[in-house]
């Protein structure tokens, strides 16, 4: 089946693999690309601790980068998070660097939402030598929006990933479902588009392409694969949970949910029983800077980590390989 995503990102099936905080690594990339999809190294690609300046961090995101171009030939991404207000920070320049020096086929630009001039999409410190060094964009939006959308377009990006609420990690803070934000921007835009969140199986993928998506962009259901590098306790809590398992609460810069550990239920309660401001601040300290979601997710500590994930996870049932998973969720482009 003729699939425009694919084919502007030169893959075989519209399936793109979310960059998922601590959760990629060079094996785990390649594998997804192997199978066809688009694999995705995430900021904190292949790091067991966070690495704290800026250099050091480009230079491990070399290292794979150049692992990955050993596994696969096949298209792969780098993640570019865009900065607050349109100000690009020096981690996201120091990667920007190694990308267009190793020659990376795509970039995933994270924007953030409005710029301080009110305008949108990516800031130009990114978009300029992006687009001068040919390399393909993927954009999505931590706050998506028509507005966001249609700049995104204007400045000739590859494809727009819309984010529901649906996902797991940092959630929107519009709170609007997956299936109700894809025609939304679907009607608004021309380009190929990608429904993130909530989908976990291919009755997923067909009411995503349903509703206007061109394909769909998956993290939750590959978090329990062989290739992922999660805790193996964390695989195994996944398989067993279902989406009735999760609580929301708040913190900075919105929302997240997460399956039962001790320190969620003390987000959770400070998210009930403070202020908004002070259960951002109180949340804010327990989730450690990131190292939270680090602890509980790479380390299985579910004392003082988090395990976030998105609402899909009752459609999964067992550990399989990124293969078998890609080619479950995308039966119907064989």
Known sequence: MANRLATALGIEVPFIQGPMS???????VAAVSNAGGLGILGPNAGQTEIIRDALGTAEHMRQEIRKVKKITTKPFAVTLIGGQGGVTSDFTLKILDVVIEEEVPIALVNTVGAMTDGSYGIEPTLLAPLKANGIKLVVRSWQPSIKDALAVQAQGADVYVATGFDEGGTLPEKT??????????????????????GVADSRGVRAALALGADGVY??????????????????????DSTAEDLKIFRTAPAYYRSLPTNVREQM??????????EAW??????????????????????????VSVGIGISMIHKVQSVAEVVAELMADFK
């Open 22 to 28: 601590w959760l990629t690594n060079a094996e785990f």
């Open 268 to 277: 959770v309660a400070n998210d009930n029983n403070l202020s908004k401001q």
């Open 281 to 306: 601040t109180n949340n804010a300290a327990l989730m450690q800077g990131g190292s939270g979601m680090r602890l509980g997710m790479l380390e299985g500590d579910f004392d003082a980590g988090f």
């Open 176 to 197: 609007i479902g997956s299936f109700s934000l894809i025609p939304m921007i679907a009607d608004a835009i021309d380009m190929p588009l990608a429904l993130a969140g």
């Open 218 to 239: 998956v993290g939750t259901r590959l978090i329990p694969t062989f290739e992922n590098p999660a805790h193996p306790k964390v695989k195994q809590l996944i398989v």
